[in-house]
Antibody, heavy 118, light 111 residues
Framework: EVKLVESGGGLVKPGGSLKLSCAASGFTFSSYAMSWVRQTPEKRLEWVASISSGGSTYYPDSVKGRFTISRDNARNILYLQMSSLRSEDTAMYYC????????????WGQGTTLTVSS | DIVLTQSPASLAVSLGQRATISCRASESVDSYGNSFMHWYQQKPGQPPKLLIYRASNLESGIPARFSGSGSRTDFTLTINPVEADDVATYYCQQSNEDPYTFGGGTKLEIK
């Protein structure tokens, strides 16, 4: 059974940093691209970052230069390092497995919440 | 960025009837003979769940009551017949062009 478990969320002041983790199990982690998707308090879904099985990374302009996605294939863990945080980064952050070359998200974790507020 | 506009924002359907949700893209999401449009269901307190991929392909384990259709810029998710368990918010997502984008969601309720 595919399982994705996020952790590391919390309350951070504007300009601060935080690192999220996602522990994966039930599939060959190193063979799949992985992504982070966030859901704002208004329930809007936003793709945040992706990393290929080979380690190539992709970001939308809204987080480029501030967020860094990485992976540890030996420990089956996905990370999202976030810096220069803004109030608009407040959201539930989901780890998701990205499927093949069609780039849809076939499995999602339960999410971890980030609140950016002074 | 490709903007996805879902309609309606909410709908109420009687049990056993058909629900139809539309997703319109600001530009074509078709490439190489495929439509890179996908549909998700999200129930309260849960993460999104994949229903349909590449416009019309039913994800494994999803009931055949769910179906998807469309191409280029106009796509439809149909639920027929609607069951009580289908109460949820439904989102479309395109992956034809970076950045991947989602529609604003359609909330389905039972009448």
């Amino acid at each position: 059974e595919v399982k994705l478990v996020e952790s590391g969320g919390g309350l951070v002041k504007p300009g601060g940093s935080l690192k999220l983790s996602c522990a994966a199990s039930g599939f060959t982690f190193s063979s799949y691209a992985m992504s982070w998707v966030r859901q704002t308090p208004e329930k809007r879904l936003e793709w945040v970052a992706s990393i290929s099985s080979g380690g190539s990374t992709y970001y939308p302009d809204s987080v480029k230069g501030r967020f860094t996605i990485s992976r540890d294939n030996a420990r089956n863990i996905l990370y999202l390092q976030m810096s220069s945080l803004r109030s608009e980064d407040t959201a539930m952050y989901y780890c998701a497995r990205r499927y093949g070359s069609s780039y849809y998200f076939d499995y999602w974790g339960q999410g971890t919440t980030l609140t950016v507020s002074s | 960025d490709i903007v996805l506009t879902q309609s309606p924002a909410s709908l109420a359907v009687s049990l056993g009837q058909r629900a139809t949700i539309s997703c319109r893209a600001s530009e074509s999401v078709d490439s190489y003979g495929n439509s890179f449009m996908h549909w998700y269901q999200q129930k309260p307190g849960q993460p999104p769940k994949l229903l349909i991929y590449r416009a019309s392909n039913l994800e494994s384990g999803i009931p055949a009551r769910f179906s998807g259709s469309g191409s280029r810029t106009d796509f439809t998710l149909t639920i027929n017949p609607v069951e009580a368990d289908d109460v949820a918010t439904y989102y479309c997502q395109q992956s034809n062009e970076d950045p991947y984008t989602f529609g604003g969601g359609t909330k389905l309720e039972i009448k």
